[in-house]
């Protein structure tokens, strides 16, 4: 849509994707490009109280490959909690979700801890995250409790706030300015007990501590941004990458749904079941279509509709007997599949021809991993 305004427009993509980010949205960029050209596009700049849509990150194979893309780079925990965006104006706080919602009177804490800042105005980016008392993370669900329908209170589930990006500080825009800069910002005006913990190294050994570190304290890994990288506000910029842990399970394919898109006419969906020793059948854990080549798209395709057992419209429902090696992140509790548990951000990492169903793993393995996850 940026590529289709910036043409009907005849100006640079980059900077109708500026402004959509400062904006918060594309309509009213559109009719202001469309009617004003560039001059209308100069009044969606950065304003306090108006969110800005967040920088996202590229996944990297693991730090080695993240260092050798980026160089000397900014190391920093990357923590599995709900992104918040902070402004800051005297005694003037809102708090925006990363979808750019305004949650102020839903987090009274961060609002105490920024407004006694010494700074009179701040943009900051950060992560809210429930901890526990051995300052080990609650998992993800838990922290978003307090955003939800039915939301936690403060004084039951109290959030802490980590800030691993600044801005804008005392009148001074920072988003074109070299992360170097705005990590120095960051430091100069916050407590170290609300900053991200970070290094700055080119070293993979190094680094890699670092992300072990990370993760002994119950985090999900780390960031890697490159040093002269500016803030690309509503962008997955290639000037950071995240480096998580991945945990895998041998599931068994269920069923998989129709592709779309570039997709169409391959079997794409996946959905994914772990083994249930007690009545010899599986239990679905949810879907996936990350991870997969063309040519894999293919061979599964051909090899799921040998053995197919019904089929809708977007459907093919299967004999379960391919068993997939699955990377997930975590595990979170969910009403929506029979076991009670869902993984998060699985992808796939290959078929396993050499295993049979019945190698597949239980689900009390899975219910294990689970419980381990929050002890």
Known sequence: MVEAVAAAASLPAADVRRAVAFAGAIAPVAAAALSGGASALARFSVQLMQPVLPMLAQPAQDMAAALGALGTALVEWKLDGARVQVHKSRDEVRIYTRNLNDVTVR??????????????????????????????????????????????????????????????LDGATLFDHPARERRDALVRSLPEDIVTPARITAEVAEAERFYRE??????????????????????????WLKIKRAQTLDLVVLAAEWGHGRRRGW?????????????????MLGKTFKGMTDS????????????????????????????????????????????????????????????????????????????????
Request: hydrophobic share 40%; with cysteine; charged share 25%.
């Open 296 to 375: 894999l798209l293919a061979w599964q395709t051909e090899e799921l509709q040998k053995r197919a057992l019904s089929r809708d419209e977007w459907t093919v429902h299967v004999r379960p007997e391919l068993v997939v090696e699955i990377a997930f992140n975590d595990l979170q509790e969910s009403s929506q599949y029979p076991g009670g548990l869902a993984l998060r951000f699985a992808r796939v990492k290959g078929y396993r021809p050499d295993k049979r169903p019945e190698e597949a793993d239980t689900i009390d393995t899975v219910r294990r991993i689970y419980r381990e996850s929050i002890a």
């Open 214 to 239: 990370a993760l002994a304290a119950g985090h999900e890994g780390v960031m890697a941004k490159a040093l002269d990288a500016p803030y690309e506000a509503g962008r997955r910029g290639a000037g």
């Open 267 to 283: 079997l794409s969906n996946l959905h994914l079941g772990a083994r249930d020793p007690a009545s010899g059948g599986f239990i």
């Open 107 to 168: 987090v009274p804490e961060i609002v105490a801890a920024v407004r006694g800042l010494a700074a009179e105005s701040l943009i900051l980016d950060g992560e809210a995250i429930a901890l526990r008392a051995n300052r080990r993370p609650h998992p993800f669900p838990v922290t978003m409790s307090r955003f939800g329908s039915e939301q936690q209170p403060a004084a039951k589930l109290p959030l802490s706030v980590f800030f691993f990006d600044c801005l804008y």
